[in-house]
């Protein structure tokens, strides 16, 4: 019995290189580009000046915000210098903090 060589078939894939009906190396991609937005109009200095008031209003509320985290990290600092200045005797560490 002879053995006959196997036959190979050819479907097409992957296609030859480069992909010669476009034209460069590789195919085009299979969505549109995005598109080109127009730039924002400018602003009148009546409404920049309204913009950068409310953003000075929410930096302050920030600032304040921070402030007061910072006097709680403080006042949780000297209490646990006292802790350790009395032997390590003292107050367990608080929970989490209370939320919004």
Known sequence: MTTQPRRRRYWGYPPPYPYPQY????????????????????????????????????????????????NQVEQRIKELREMIERGGQGQPPPGPPPGP
């Open 23 to 70: 034209g460069y190396g590789y195919p085009p991609y299979g969505y549109p580009p995005a598109p080109a937005y127009p730039p924002a109009p400018p602003m009148t200095p009546e409404d920049e000046l309204a913009y950068l008031e409310d953003y000075k209003r929410s930096l302050e509320e920030e600032k304040a915000d921070i402030e007061q985290e910072i």
